[in-house]
């Protein structure tokens, strides 16, 4: 019977980039994943790697700087090993604020002024009676992201395991000793959930995750060049691929686990795409989707171990799940292998939620 070191729960990028992470400190990991890696939020996600805007908890901030400087080297090492060249974008972001966030957050007005005229930066953005803001950060295609460290993982043999619903982390004498799925079970002696909005379904710990749809779509430009930087408005935003495609998004729903698109709300993210670029009323729509991203009561993830030995959590990421891989991926391998992280996960903690704080809290 086989036996792993560690089991991730979740094949996304926060999963795979952490079993990654294991196997370079010489871990064997096995990756058990419900559907096929890559497929959920990861897949749905417009890959906007911004750690600095007014939506930005401020617990949060500190770690997604760190993260977001991460992202060359950490692109680099996966297109390297995988042979999958990985669409990474740094034109930076022009952002449109309303009246309201620009009142509200003088500070971030004053730091974020634009380089030249918005016209200048992209001349075939329409006028708009909102103030414009520059913000100096990334974007990158989740899904060659994913698709890259999901080979490269194969490649310094993270073993997977598709298709393979978690039911329970299995637990005897008070520690952990792998997990169950519907068909069979996996033998490790640590494990870490990384399950998204499902994490919160699998015993023992309930996790207050929760499923929060977002849906997308994707336009295929007139011309490869019609936009360059990111534009985000507060309404929808724009995210160029190298290309010529164009990803709008995206809308915030309380639907439970339900992925459906509806035609009338992708219509109103074309016209408001439309309203940015008039141009765009010719795009083709390529593909229009749903995606669950993983919330949790404060909006900040959930990092760091239970108080059940050998079982670990790295959930709760919400909309900031491709951003911050690269440094949840080195936290939790420090944690797992129990070295002290280099940064402070007190507020990322399992033990602030009520069902999760240990008996002496």
Request: net charge neutral.
């Amino acid at each position: 019977m086989k036996n792993w070191d560690v089991i991730v729960i979740g094949g996304g990028i926060i999963g795979l980039s952490i079993s990654l992470q294991l196997r370079k400190h010489g871990a064997r990991v096995l990756v058990v994943e419900r559907t096929e890696c890559g497929l959920e939020a990861s897949y749905a996600a417009g890959g906007m790697l911004a750690d600095c805007t007014v939506e930005t908890p401020a617990a949060l901030r500190p770690l997604a700087t760190v993260s977001a400087n991460l992202y060359p080297n950490f692109v680099e090492e996966v297109r390297t090993d995988s042979g999958i060249n990985v669409d990474l974008r740094d034109y930076g972001t022009i952002l449109f604020l309303a009246p309201e966030h620009e009142k509200h957050h003088p500070e971030f007005a004053s730091a974020h002024s634009l380089p030249e005229a918005v016209g200048q930066l992209e001349a075939a953005l329409a006028p708009s009676t909102l103030s414009a803001f520059y913000l100096k950060e990334r974007s990158v295609d989740p899904r060659t992201l994913t698709h890259a460290v999901l080979a490269t993982a194969r490649r310094r043999g993270v073993d997977i395991s598709s298709g393979e619903e978690v039911l329970a982390v299995d637990v005897s004498a008070g520690c952990v000793t792998g997990v169950s799925t519907r068909k069979t079970s996996f033998h490790a002696s640590k494990v870490v959930n990384c399950a998204g909005a499902w994490s919160g379904q699998i015993a023992p710990c309930a996790f207050p995750t929760r499923p929060v749809k977002g849906q997308m779509l994707c336009l295929l430009s007139p011309r490869r060049e019609v936009l360059k930087h990111v534009v985000r408005t507060p309404e929808v935003y724009l995210i160029p691929r190298s290309d010529g495609r164009i990803v709008v998004g995206s809308t915030l729903e309380e639907a439970g686990f339900d992925k459906r698109t509806d035609v009338s709300t992708i219509q109103r993210l074309r016209k408001a795409a439309i309203a940015i670029i008039p141009e765009l009323q010719n795009a083709k729509i390529l593909q229009d989707w749903a995606g669950l991203r993983p919330g949790t009561p404060d909006s900040l993830p959930i990092l760091g171990a239970t108080r059940t030995p050998g079982y670990y959590v790295a959930t709760g990421h919400f909309r900031d799940g491709i951003l911050l891989a690269p440094i949840t991926a080195q936290i939790m391998a420090d944690v797992i292998a129990g070295r002290s992280p280099e940064h402070a996960l007190d507020a990322f903690s399992p033990f602030r939620f009520s069902s999760q704080r240990s008996p002496a809290a």
